[in-house]
């Protein structure tokens, strides 16, 4: 039994103090007294279409069985053309780890700088963008068919850390140290949509799942990432990954396999062509809902193979 027993009773209590706006400008919800696993490591399913987002996986909590549960990554449609996912995070605050939700927007915020991989490195987004009211991807970092998909383009994105962490979690001890920029604050402060309909769905499916509970897959859940929301049988899966050690990049398809860091190491970023904007924003593309940036088009024969960053 855990010490935080005493604590559940009052979960629904502090769910509804904390489900307001935190310094970022973003809603937060549920608290917990003890800390959320680290993050699986895994490899992305293939995109199952145009236009589809990727939503990385995180790990929820059950005050019914005063477990979290991992909510397995999925490739989703956005609500709004032009709107981006900003993943949520867990956040240490007051002596509990407060879930600050995740959201749509016309641009990235703040998700605690936890890396969860596929382009969401701990700031902004990398794995594309929107052009004309199509998406167009990041093939370093995304997981797509470029025989059906044509909308692509290849720009290697590269954490440099001297240890690198999964860490699942900012502040505290242990957790990550970043703290939210002007940028970020002010992309909270847009017009946001919150979970859609099937990701909903998706997050109570993951609920029902006895083989997704920290308690019972340990950290490595048997169903890491699916390639449609809310289906967790048949194919389009991928399982979880031992944890390794040692530093690695964001490429080739696979969140890094990371290992444990020393509490308030900082996260050093460095980009193949040189530093970008807090919201990745290449020469001549906009990440917004109504930009128009120029097109890329990169054919499937002119393009090569994505490699791993070491």
């Known amino acids: 039994m855990r010490s935080f027993r005493w604590f559940q009773p009052l979960v629904a209590l502090f769910a509804l103090m904390y489900s307001t706006v935190s310094d970022a400008g973003v809603f937060v919800g549920v608290s917990v007294g003890f800390a959320p696993p680290l993050l699986p ?34 490739w989703v ?4 053309v032009g709107y981006l996912w900003t993943p949520g995070y867990w956040g240490w605050s007051d002596g509990y780890y407060v879930w600050h939700a995740g959201y749509w927007s016309p641009h990235v915020g703040f998700y605690g700088g936890i890396n969860y991989g596929f382009g969401y490195i701990g700031e902004g987004y990398h794995g594309g963008y929107w052009n004309h009211g199509a998406f167009v991807y ?20 590269v954490v440099n850390r001297t240890t ?38 998706h997050e109570h499916g993951a609920s029902q799942n006895r083989e997704l509970r920290a308690s019972f897959n340990h950290g490595t859940p048997t169903i890491a990432a699916t390639s449609h929301a ?10 979880a990954k031992g944890l390794t050690t040692g530093p690695k990049s964001t490429g080739a398809f696979g969140t890094p396999a990371l290992g444990l860091t020393t509490p308030g190491s900082q996260h050093a970023k460095q980009f193949q062509n040189g530093p970008k904007a807090l919201v990745h924003q290449p020469p001549g593309r906009v990440m917004g809902a109504n930009a128009h940036p120029q097109t890329h088009h990169a054919h499937p024969q002119e393009k090569k193979p994505p490699k791993e960053q070491h």
Request: glycine residues 10%.
């Open 164 to 201: 690198v962490n999964n860490v699942s979690f900012n502040g505290g001890q242990g957790g990550v140290t970043a703290q939210p920029t002007a940028q970020e604050k002010l992309a909270a402060s847009e017009q946001h949509v919150g979970l859609t309909q099937q990701q909903t769905e």
């Open 77 to 80: 449609r956005a609500p709004v």
């Open 230 to 239: 809310a289906v967790f049988t048949g194919p389009g899966l991928t399982g």
């Open 41 to 74: 490591v895994y490899v992305q399913p293939i995109c199952p279409g145009p236009d589809f987002i990727w939503t990385p996986g995180y790990w929820a909590y059950d005050p019914d069985v005063d477990d979290y549960y991992w909510v397995p990554g999925t």
């Open 138 to 157: 990041n093939t370093a970092v995304t997981n797509v068919n470029t025989t059906i998909i044509h909308s692509t383009y290849n720009e290697t994105v």
